[in-house]
């Protein structure tokens, strides 16, 4: 098999809560289909279109908002840079006028409630994120395409190589955490200025520290409104936003108009144990409540677990006097090849592996990247991941109404503070005694996701989702 090539903005990508799987993926997939059909001239012949959602797509999918992405991906909307206070109205006009504009170029007749049918009984054998788009044209023909979401916002139309940019070849190649070292050893460069050199192959080194620091922007803002947006959480559930609440018991009452001001309100509040882990757990809060709000965010690796490199970078950032540009690149450079070891040994994606393919992953970044930016070797920023992630493993994916609300959004601020103690846990240890191996650990991970119930990948069958009770309003 050919090396699969992953860039750090195939990691990070900017999009809309609340999910990379079932949000993301999805929205990108009806964009990909419509798009093909428009350059082959023939969109203006379309007279109806049908979206399928297959296994956990189609038992997680309302509470996932699929159903919202699909129909935005079909009008060609960007997940990038559509407005995120536009969503909803967007959606609730296409639902009560049942018309649909595609590619924003060509009405049809569209009703999301018999047009998008959730499967439930239902699963490809691939992947349990399929979907499947179907087209009918004025001549009577009909086409069909099926895609996978398979985490983090990466889709595969059926029948493709699952190798991103195929005919790439980096300067060095990594599919394991042993590839990674043997790079590491034989330049003797840092784990970032390995990826750095990759990331060289696709675009001058300019292009990729702007684009880090744009995703970081999207982090940053992400965080600062979170942290100053109170009320419930939209989906039923009634989850009451809690950043807001922590954020005004720790600064007070008075108001920062940017992020820069409340940045340095913050550090003048001190570096206590106490002080500083609520800060931390503020910072992942805030994030995945703008998740689950439909807010801007960035995948890291997924939407799901979107909270804990932020909530990390900032804890760095702010407690550990780390602001620097240079610093916020080398963090997302290490974390983001992270992501792309565990992707290929194993999977980023809740419905194959249940929540250690994604707040486990991501803690495994971020104490990677953390470790790396505070000084630590390369074996112990390896070391540092494998930590992190030898204490997710076995990890369930079993959202409440299938909403990424609860465990979700707490779930991040346990990821960032188990990152932060694996990465001080390496720093603090010689690679030389661990007897567990990051690759160790990423085939364990793979093997306990092949032994995981379908019940606890995101299909809200199993645990937390069927044994606490709720009553969902009606909406
Ligand atoms: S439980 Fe974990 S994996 Fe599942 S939806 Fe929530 S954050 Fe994602």
């Known amino acids: 098999m050919p090396h699969e090539a992953i860039s750090v903005f195939d990691i990070f990508k900017i999009g809309i809560g609340p999910s990379s799987s079932h949000t993301l993926g999805p929205w990108r997939a009806a964009q990909r289909f419509i798009l093909n059909i428009q350059r082959s001239g023939e969109l203006s012949k379309i007279?109806?279109?049908?979206?399928?959602?297959?296994?956990?797509?189609?038992?997680?999918?309302?509470?996932?908002?699929?159903?919202?992405?699909?129909?935005?991906?079909?009008?060609?909307?960007?997940?990038v840079t559509f407005d995120v206070n536009a969503v909803s109205s967007k959606v609730s006009d296409i639902a009560s006028?049942?018309?649909?504009?595609?590619?924003?170029?060509?009405?049809?007749?569209?009703?999301?409630?018999?047009?998008?049918?959730?499967?439930?009984?239902?699963?490809?054998?691939?992947?349990?994120?399929?979907?499947?788009?179907?087209?009918?044209?004025?001549?009577?023909?009909?086409?069909?395409?099926?895609?996978?979401?398979?985490?983090?916002?990466?889709?595969?139309?059926?029948?493709?190589q699952p190798v991103v940019r195929k005919g790439i070849e980096l300067p060095f190649p990594i599919d394991s955490a042993d590839d990674l070292l043997h790079w590491c050893r034989r330049t003797g460069l840092a784990v970032s200025d390995v990826v750095m050199e990759n990331e060289n192959t696709w675009r001058p080194d300019i292009e990729t520290r702007e684009g880090i620091l744009a995703i970081w922007e999207v982090m940053k803002h992400c965080t600062f409104r979170g942290c100053h947006t109170s009320g419930t959480l939209p989906g039923g559930l009634n989850v009451k936003r809690r950043a807001a609440e922590l954020n005004k018991k720790l600064l007070g009452d008075l108001v920062y108009d940017d992020y820069q001001s409340w940045v340095a309100a913050i550090r003048t509040g001190g570096n206590s144990f106490k002080y500083t882990l609520d800060w931390v757990s503020c910072f992942a809060l805030a994030v995945n409540e703008e998740n689950a709000s439909f807010g801007r965010v960035v995948t890291a690796p997924t939407n799901g677990a979107a909270g804990v490199i932020p909530a990390v970078l900032q804890y760095f950032?702010?407690?550990?006097?780390g602001h620097s540009n240079d610093k916020v690149i080398q963090f997302m450079l290490t974390a983001s090849e992270l992501g792309s070891i565990f992707k290929k040994g194993a999977t980023i994606s809740a419905a194959m592996g249940g929540c250690q393919a994604e707040v486990g992953v991501s803690s495994a970044m971020a104490a990677a990247?953390?470790?790396?930016?505070?000084?630590?070797?390369?074996?112990?920023?390896?070391?540092?991941?494998?930590?992190?992630?030898?204490?997710?493993?076995?990890?369930?994916?079993?959202?409440?109404?299938?909403?990424?609300?609860?465990?979700?959004?707490?779930?991040?601020?346990?990821?960032?503070?188990?990152?932060i103690t694996a990465s001080q846990l390496a720093l603090q240890s010689s690679p030389d005694f661990a007897k567990v191996s990051l690759d160790g650990v990423i085939k364990t991970m793979w093997d306990t996701a092949k032994d995981m119930n379908y019940k606890y990948k995101e299909t809200s069958e199993g645990g937390l989702a069927v044994h606490i009770p709720i009553s969902l309003s009606e909406c």
Request: hydrophobic fraction near 45%; include cysteine; charge should be negative.
């Open 47 to 79: 007279t109806a279109v049908r979206v399928l959602l297959y296994g956990s797509l189609a038992k997680t999918g309302i509470g996932h908002g699929t159903d919202i992405a699909v129909q935005l991906g079909l009008c060609n909307d960007d997940p």
């Open 97 to 160: 006028m049942k018309r649909i504009v595609l590619a924003g170029k060509h009405e049809i007749n569209f009703d999301p409630l018999t047009d998008i049918e959730f499967l439930i009984t239902e699963t490809l054998p691939f992947h349990p994120n399929g979907l499947s788009f179907l087209a009918s044209f004025t001549d009577g023909r009909q086409v069909a395409e099926t895609f996978y979401s398979v985490g983090g916002g990466f889709i595969i139309k059926e029948g493709e």
């Open 317 to 321: 950032i702010i407690f550990c006097d």
């Open 369 to 419: 990247a953390l470790t790396e930016v505070l000084g630590g070797t390369q074996r112990q920023v390896l070391m540092a991941a494998e930590i992190a992630m030898e204490h997710h493993l076995g990890l369930t994916c079993d959202p409440i109404a299938g909403l990424v609300q609860v465990p979700c959004i707490e779930r991040n601020t346990m990821g960032a503070i188990k990152a």
